[in-house]
């Protein structure tokens, strides 16, 4: 097996002696950021990363011409500063969850060799969308860095990272904030001589599973292979920055990402008459909705043996379990392993979307007549607002089965996962022309 090649490297930060709180110049990843946070962060900071990864209001479609301007500018002014030397920078997020209190995960930032998934190295679980990885592309093209990390996991049964790690957290952190959203965020730097050479030893021929950020490797991936010096050792083109958590983090949060139908293709009568041909149907009512404020809709799909997910419409709330007796074979043309196929989101894709309603849930995704949202409570403000006829809550994909997926050489439905917190855009930029100097 071809080893992971991991790297330190020399990032680009802030200098919040120019910018002030670094809580007003990161933004979230650029996909979960709509018009409305847009804004929001605009106003935050005249500095703020937004400014760089998406199109401004009223400035050009082709935006990363603008944005390779307003980087290069940032960087004469010290806006933006290269730090002393190359580190691995060991990072740590902190945030609340409604019912296990304070959770923590730990793990490393670093630039990672971009290899191909046949490689089987770095391993995918999701699809992504064509059309996204053109965009980022031509930003990577214009900028020549990486604004945001990759998500990646490892595994460390062994805890012999870990142990590298929890030395570097003994000490004060280099960097510490907390974001609007109560994340508290810690960096510390591991230079060159002093931990960081072994840290990359100790990660050497370890898979990697991408979490988050399918969109942001393959661009990266892509970039790479646009010039043919960039399999060359050590070529910035080459890599990718990621951050590393461990697979057995506590703190590693996966979250269901529930379906949400602007638009349904049939009345819920019909659609609830199909789907009793292959799913046990209970009506909860409207108890699933005032679920939100007290008990969690989770709680009506706990205990189901088979694949179980809560569809709802404007009026009413059923509880669906796939009946035992049905077949889940491949159909023609989808192979897919059994593990794969019976998934609760494949189930959904195949026995609802596709042969119920008869729609493709890709192509809804990019007409904008399917979204996903990780939060039950958007779910219901977009059917009480009239901006949804239908949605289907899920329960949360385990790390179990992304790894057997992913290990499998297969890949779940657009946005089958949601790793929470999300990483931020702009804590460390991996600038091309000085992350290796």
């Known amino acids: 097996m071809r080893e992971t090649m991991i790297r330190p490297l020399r990032g680009t930060l802030y200098a919040c002696e120019k910018v002030g709180e670094m809580e007003r110049v990161i933004a979230p990843p650029y996909d979960v950021i709509d018009e409305a946070a847009k804004l929001t962060l605009l106003e935050r900071s005249p500095y703020n990363i937004v400014r760089l990864i998406l199109p401004q209001p009223g400035g050009a479609r082709e935006f990363w011409t603008d944005s390779a301007a307003l980087f290069s500018r940032w960087k004469e002014d010290e806006v933006l500063v290269v730090d002393e030397g190359p580190c691995i920078y060991v990072y740590r997020q902190t945030y609340g969850h409604p019912t296990q209190g304070l959770l923590s995960r730990t793990g490393f930032l670093a630039a990672v060799r971009c290899v191909d998934f046949e490689d089987g190295v770095i391993l995918p679980h999701e699809r992504t969308f064509p059309r996204t990885r053109s965009e980022r592309l031509e930003l990577l093209r214009a900028c020549k860095a990486n604004f945001s990390q990759v998500f990646m996991v490892f595994r460390d049964g062994e805890g012999e990272v870990q142990e590298l790690m929890e030395k570097a957290v003994s000490t004060p952190p280099a960097l510490a904030f907390e974001d609007y959203d109560g994340v508290r965020h810690e960096l510390w730097r591991l230079r060159s001589g002093a931990g960081a050479e072994e840290v990359c030893r100790r990660m050497e021929g370890r898979k990697l599973i991408i979490a988050d950020g399918h969109h942001r490797y393959e661009t990266a991936l892509a970039y790479g292979r646009e010039d043919a010096a960039a399999s060359e050792a050590g070529h910035p083109r080459g890599f990718v920055s990621a951050v590393l958590f461990r697979s057995e983090e506590p703190g590693l949060l996966v979250l269901p990402v529930h379906r949400v139908l602007r638009r349904c293709p049939l009345d819920s009568r019909e659609l609830v008459r199909r789907l009793e041909r292959a799913f046990l149907v209970e009506r909860i009512g409207d108890v699933a909705r005032e679920g939100c404020g007290g008990e969690r809709l ?134 091309h022309e000085t992350a290796f100097r």
């Open 298 to 431: 989770s709680g009506y799909l706990e205990g189901a043996d088979s694949t179980a997910f809560i569809m709802l419409t404007r009026k009413d709330a059923f509880r669906m379990e796939l009946k035992d007796e049905i077949d889940i074979s491949p159909r023609p043309g989808k192979g897919g392993s059994e593990r794969w196929r019976r998934l609760d989101v494949n189930v959904l894709q195949s026995l609802v979307f596709e042969e119920a309603m008869g729609v493709d849930a890709a192509e809804m995704a990019e007409a904008g007549v399917l979204r996903f949202a990780p939060w039950e409570e958007s779910v219901f403000s977009a059917l009480e607002n009239g901006e949804a006829e239908a949605a289907f809550l899920l329960r949360a994909t385990t790390m179990d089965e992304i790894w057997a997926i992913a290990e499998g050489g297969e890949r779940m439905p657009h946005k089958s996962s949601y790793f929470h917190p999300k990483l931020p855009s702009g804590l460390v930029i991996y600038d």
